[in-house]
C-alpha cells in the first residue's frame, strides 16, 4: 500500500504540469486571431458608445400589465 503513494504522487503531478501546459497554449492560440483584440473598425462602434437609450425597454420591478 505505501509503494502505491510515490506513483500516485507522479501521476498528480504529471497531471498537473500536462493541465498547466494546455491552457498555456489554449491562451497562446487564442491571441493570435484577434477574437480579444480591441475594435478597430469606426463604422461599428464599441459597446456602450452608441446614444441609443430610447431603444432599451423600461425596467419594470416584476409586474406584467
Do not use: K
Not at 31 to 45: A, E, F, K, Q, Y
Amino acid at each position: 500500500m505505501t509503494s502505491l503513494v510515490p506513483i500516485s504522487g507522479i501521476a498528480a503531478i504529471v497531471a498537473t504540469v500536462a493541465m498547466v501546459a494546455a491552457m498555456l497554449y489554449l491562451v497562446w492560440l487564442s491571441m493570435g486571431d484577434g477574437t480579444h483584440g480591441p475594435n478597430l473598425d469606426p463604422d461599428r462602434p464599441e459597446f456602450g458608445d452608441a446614444d441609443d437609450e430610447e431603444d432599451q425597454p423600461e425596467v419594470t420591478d416584476g409586474t406584467s400589465a
